[in-house]
């Protein structure tokens, strides 16, 4: 049904307080009635009923849910690197250092693919942004890989040269988006003190699974857990 809708996939149109609020309004409605209402709702625009709305959000919410647990099904496995504001390694973005934030990132996406011990690479697709940010971001990247001894030694995993997508083209970056809404209103790690939306906790433990845990030594620690979703100060 919802792909009637020819709208691109996105958390805050799926996750917005104002569907879970509309989706409570009623009590739960069978999926038939359901499909055929949310179609009526889409239909009647600004003339929808309160119990088609209802039917729509509740859809939008199952929706997720069911996305959610055919990733958990095909072991897909999620990062993150959480910053409450934009953080860089210097002031002056002129020096064209990549964002701690992206750093960890890819050192938590090398250590999986390193795990893994296979012959396949790590291929990086970004959201597709105004030109001109996604060449100062290439440029970054570049900086990273070939200028630091961490980015060159992980480029052997990841491919340093990235993707540029539509995101309402691109299914797994809508994905993405979702799971990104969630950890951003729902999760919260050591250090992170923005509330929450208690709403979203039954989403937030639908992808707890989907973090990856490993380990390394760091200092005098020989197994420090590393989690692939952090927060970076």
């Known amino acids: ?32 009635e359901r499909a055929a209402l949310s179609k009526q709702c889409i239909e009647n625009g600004a003339n929808a009923t309160r119990q088609q709305m209802a039917a729509l959000s509740q859809a939008k919410l199952d929706y997720v849910r069911s996305l959610l647990e055919i990733c958990a099904q095909f072991r897909i496995k999620i990062f993150a690197s ?3 504001e934009p953080v860089r390694e210097t002031d002056d973005e002129t020096h064209g250092l990549l964002r ?11 250590y999986y693919l390193e795990d893994k011990k296979l012959e396949d690479q ?15 971001l290439v440029s ?7 200028k630091t001894s961490n980015g060159r030694q992980r480029s052997g995993l990841v491919i340093p040269e990235p993707f540029f997508v539509h995101s309402d083209l691109t299914t797994g970056i809508q994905i993405a988006d979702l ?31 989907l973090r990856y845990l490993t380990t ?3 200092g005098d620690i020989p197994e420090m857990k590393i989690w692939s979703v952090i927060y970076v100060k």
């Open 122 to 136: 790590g291929i990086i697709v970004f959201d597709e942004l105004e030109k001109s940010k996604s060449h100062i």
């Open 1 to 32: 049904m919802l792909a009637v809708m020819k709208r691109e996939i996105k958390g805050r149109k799926f996750l917005k307080r104002k569907v879970f609020k509309q989706a409570n309004s009623i009590g739960p409605i069978s999926v038939e």
């Open 216 to 218: 390394r030594e760091v």
């Open 82 to 84: 959480i910053s409450s």
């Open 100 to 110: 701690r934030d992206y750093v960890y990132a890819f050192e938590r996406i090398y």
């Open 179 to 209: 799971i990104a809404y969630i950890i951003s209103w729902g999760m919260r790690l050591k250090g992170m003190t923005e509330p929450i939306r208690p709403e979203m906790e039954e989403f937030v433990e639908l992808i707890k699974p």
């Open 140 to 146: 970054q990247l570049e900086n990273y890989f070939k």
